[in-house]
């Protein structure tokens, strides 16, 4: 039952988010106001995901909240990788895909509940949708049958307490994770045999309890929340909440030493039908190829046209215990692990009540991308969110609208040095491979949304409300060589490389709040 729940909980995020892998809002209404609401109070049970001291404001009556939101993303990336090694090297045509779609990963509900315990105190708890990402390109080789998927979820029981116009919040918090990342780059299993069509193990592992989303396991993460809310006057407010980091080690997320020179020796092994494995397993060092009396250096030069002395240098560098060693650490098999942290962030917001009818609000949020374990090593950039939002009353009804705006934490390049190397928790990964796995893998690239609501109370003790966040499509890219030289790369254009992801964003959010 609890895997059921958590399932229902967290599933529906890992498509797309907005700011990084977070959602913008973690509610209908805030999503409404464009995320805003670190200062303005709606309902109790919402304020536990936006500001936890906020829900000091609930009434003798207990609430129960649930959301559910509708996420689309719609990705187009185009790869263009001239390195003659790959298996369908582009030959300075981009190949470009549309990211398929995953039903199971579009519906995100969260619930909520609130509770006075006296005159100056409320205790809260929810279970919350917090980020996620995904893209799909499984069969599109191009793309190297490229399946990411991370949602992450957060179970919050939460304390308030006020204390005269002041009001302080707390709330521990359970995070729970999961994520995988299908790369197909190597075709040839252990024993030196290729993979059947169709059979290569990544791009086939299924995700959380069978489905599209994360990989095998939920992962904990622990840590905490807090916020305060000042009553300035009347009319205007003021509120902070800080996120603390929750770190979470994925299991068997990919095999990394395929995005490095180990790769290299694999994909030169693919390029050669297997050339390299035989050399490996050759009884006279080097001659086992053709005829049986070719050096593997007079194979290549008769089989692929590659020139003696590069065959010999190719020898000579890569023994038969390397060429070994690189092919046993690229099988697909040998999973590793990969530790993603979800980075502290710190928020303030103001709402004024310009009139009876209709409240301004704004907020600046900080979220530290750049000092997270993992997102540092793949270049993420610290992040800053500017949100503003209002809502408008008329008798039964609220209007909201909202506008947000942020930065991607994945910064754009061009004139990349692919072939340089990036140290990613031990394994080193070519700048190549990172730039591939941002814009294909994790196109974190929102930066406007525009949202839109509305508010009506059904009874005295029942409210509805609807949502809108729409993100234009953005269109992101890095480019480069891997090859290191400037002149180098003028006469060998066939290692230059270019990734671009467009993408364009829309939801639609329903909450019901119940008071009893």
């Known amino acids: 039952m609890i895997k059921k729940i958590s399932l229902l909980s967290a599933t529906a995020l890992s498509l797309m988010a907005t700011n990084g892998v977070n959602l913008i809002g973690t509610s209908t209404v805030s999503r409404s106001m464009g995320g805003t609401g670190v200062a303005f109070y709606s309902h109790a049970t919402e304020a536990i995901g936006k500001n936890v001291a906020l829900m000091g404001d609930l009434d003798k009556k207990d609430e129960f909240q649930l959301d559910m939101t509708y996420f689309r993303a719609f990705v187009t990336s185009s790869v263009r990788d001239d390195n003659p090694l790959n298996t369908t090297p582009s030959n300075g045509h981009a190949e470009v895909s549309d990211s398929q779609n995953m039903p199971d990963t579009n519906f995100l509900p969260t619930m909520s509940y609130a509770t006075r315990i006296d005159d100056q105190t409320v205790f809260g708890f929810a279970m919350i949708g917090a980020a996620g ?6 069969g599109d080789y191009g793309h190297r049958q490229l399946k990411s998927s991370m949602m992450l979820m957060k179970l919050v029981p939460a304390i308030s307490y006020r204390q005269g116009n002041t009001t302080f919040g707390f709330a521990p918090v359970l995070g729970l994770g999961s994520m995988s990342l299908n790369y197909d780059d190597n075709y040839r299993q252990s024993d030196g045999t290729v993979y059947p069509n ?13 489905t599209n989303v994360g990989g095998s396991d939920l992962i904990p993460a622990l840590g905490f929340t807090l916020g305060m809310d000042v009553k300035v006057t009347k009319k205007f407010r003021i509120g902070m909440s800080y996120n603390s980091a929750l770190k979470y080690t ?7 030493s395929q ?21 490996r397993n050759s009884n006279i060092d080097g001659n086992n190829f053709g005829n049986g009396s070719q050096t593997l250096a007079e194979y290549l030069n008769s089989d692929f046209g590659i020139p003696l002395d ?12 390397l060429v070994g060693s690189a092919l046993d650490k690229t099988d697909p098999q040998n999973l590793d692990d990969l530790t993603l942290e979800q980075p502290w962030e710190i928020a303030v917001g103001v709402s004024y009540e310009v009139t009876k009818k209709m409240t301004l609000t704004a907020d600046y949020r900080y979220v530290a991308w750049g000092l997270a374990e993992g997102y540092k090593d793949f270049g993420w950039q ?23 705006y942020a930065e991607s934490p994945i910064s754009q390049i061009t004139g990349e040095k692919g072939a340089l190397l990036t140290n990613v928790e031990g394994h080193y990964i070519f700048d190549q491979a990172l730039s591939m796995l941002n814009m294909v893998g994790f196109p974190a690239i929102a930066t406007t949304h525009f949202t839109a609501g509305f508010g009506r109370d059904l009874t005295d003790d029942l409210h509805l409300d609807v949502g809108m966040v729409y993100a234009p499509k953005v269109t992101h890219s890095r480019s480069g060589s891997l090859l290191p030289a400037d002149y180098i790369v003028s006469n060998l254009s066939f290692f230059n490389y270019k990734y671009e992801t467009s993408m364009e964003q829309i939801s639609l959010s329903m909450g019901l709040n119940y008071k009893f």
């Open 133 to 138: 990402m995904a893209a799909n390109f499984k």
């Open 259 to 279: 995005f490095g020179p180990n790769g290299m020796v694999s994909m030169a092994d693919e390029y050669t039908n297997g050339a390299l494995q035989n050399y």
């Open 310 to 321: 590069v065959g010999n240098a190719l020898t000579a560098l890569m023994p038969k215990g």
């Open 250 to 256: 994925y299991k068997d997320v990919a095999n990394f």
């Open 382 to 404: 610290n992040q800053q969110v500017i949100a503003l939002g209002m809502e408008f009353k008329a008798k039964k009804y609220s209007y909201r609208f909202g506008y947000n």
């Open 198 to 210: 169709g059979t290569k193990p990544q791009s086939n592992r299924e995700g959380l309890f069978g």
